[in-house]
């Protein structure tokens, strides 16, 4: 087992590669009374062609991912929420464009649940008959999402951006999609993303190391798996261009919803490379827009924003791009605004004193964030399966400069890849 200190942090993880490819981290917390899990594998929503070794690519349909994630809580003998309830866990899983993750919390019976979580994961069952099933549960869902208006104008922005990338498609796929899902289909992306060499075992919390990681290597050892060969996944070239500069969709709120996206194009990033990439741009949008911004402020002002407003920005080693956006009353007044606010600050920059001041805010979140188990667990995972380390962005944080973020500035904003989602008023 090995043991990594971050005396800057004041953290110290053990970590441990079985012999079957599973990585296992323990992160332990004195004093903490919750314990927080996550099971997770590489695979999401993105991955819908892939090989393995030297075989033939194989496609497979839209949000199959997503689906099998509902099938693995269903076993022989029944839903496996039941059974960690009955051991006092709370259980959940989710799934992202590029990975899947099960979890549980807990105070009691850590070592029940943990082997709870590792067993029903590594143990799929799926019939003919409950795969038909949840064909329409899914569907069901889907329909669901269709008239949330959120969820609309967030997914209806990233399909404007992306004109082949799978991240355009929704993680739960289509209707026409889940229905040509199959109880094979389904054993053969899980036996190729649900290899112990593809998944992440994260535990943090009151627990022991030595005690986790003997734990685990007893519940491996039991079970057999094959050695398997490196996957491939496969994407399509995606243009420079947005696919549609502005969509409309109509449904019943209180106020229009607009999303703008930057989709970024460039050739994929090392690990340290795009870790210092998105922190910089976090920065240089937080300072840009953020709450404390002198563009959100007299946007808010003027009651052309609301305090729903905010900015994200997503990355990976295949695509990138920032959303901005929230509820107002006039989108192409706040387009008009914003498109005019970021014009003037490419020409002035960002000031020292405002970034600096964020910079601070941001190291400060990240420190908080740090007593808080299960979103460690979640940032943790994310940042292991891109090569890079949670516990390794202070120093980032503290080195990026006001000139690589006004760069950044620069370069990120380019109004020819922009898209612009909106969901508007129904007038009914």
């Known amino acids: 087992m090995e043991t990594l200190a971050y005396p800057g942090v004041q953290e110290t993880l053990y970590r441990e590669v079985l012999p079957n490819g599973l990585e296992v981290v323990v992160l332990p917390k004195p004093g903490f009374s919750k314990t927080y899990a996550t099971f997770s594998t590489k695979y999401g929503s993105i991955d819908n062609r892939f090989a393995v070794g030297e075989q033939e690519p194989i496609s497979v349909p839209d949000g199959i991912a997503h689906f099998l994630e509902h099938k693995m809580f269903e076993e022989p003998t029944g839903d496996i929420f039941a059974t960690f309830a009955s051991q006092g866990a709370s259980a959940n899983a989710y799934t992202s464009f590029d990975r899947t993750v099960y979890l549980f919390s807990a105070t009691e019976q850590i070592e029940a649940n943990l082997e709870t979580l590792i067993d029903f994961v590594q143990n799929p069952y799926f019939t003919d008959e409950n795969v038909e099933k949840e064909k329409g549960i899914i569907e069901q869902e889907i329909n669901m999402y269709r008239d949330n208006a959120d969820w609309r104008v967030y997914f209806g922005l990233i399909d404007a951006l992306y004109h082949e990338h799978p991240v355009h498609i929704d993680i739960a796929g289509t209707a026409e999609s889940i229905g040509k899902i199959d109880k094979e289909t389904l054993y053969s992306c899980y036996e190729t993303f649900y290899h112990p060499s593809n998944m992440f075992l994260f535990i943090v919390g009151g627990v022991k190391p030595d005690e986790v990681m003997e734990l685990v290597r007893n519940n491996q050892a039991k079970k057999s798996f094959e050695a398997q060969g490196s996957i491939k996944r ?165 080195s990026i400069t006001l000139e690589e973020a006004n760069a950044r500035l620069l370069e990120h904003f380019n109004w020819e890849r922009m898209a612009v989602s909106i969901v508007a008023k129904d007038s009914k």
């Not at 009353?329 to 706040?334: A, H, M, N």
């Open 234 to 398: 496969y994407f399509d070239p995606e243009p420079a261009s947005v696919k549609i500069p502005r969509k409309t969709a109509v449904l019943p709120v209180s106020l229009p919803k607009v999303m703008i996206g930057f989709k970024e194009t460039r050739q994929p990033l090392e690990p340290d490379a795009l870790l210092r990439t998105e922190l910089t741009t976090k920065l240089m949008l937080d300072t840009l827009l953020g709450s404390s911004s002198p563009i959100y402020n007299a946007l808010y002002d003027d009651n052309v924003i609301s305090d729903s407003f905010g900015h994200e920005y997503n990355s990976s080693e295949d695509y990138a791009f920032s959303v901005l956006g929230g509820e107002t009353k006039d989108p192409d007044e706040l387009l008009r605004r914003l498109r005019e606010a970021i014009e003037n600050t490419k020409v002035v920059g960002l000031t020292k004193e405002a970034f600096e001041r964020t910079k601070r805010k941001k190291i400060g979140g990240y420190l908080r964030m740090l007593n808080s188990p299960e979103t460690i667990a979640g940032e943790f995972t994310r940042y292991r399966f891109r090569g890079a380390d949670l516990f390794k962005l202070l120093p980032v944080y503290e």
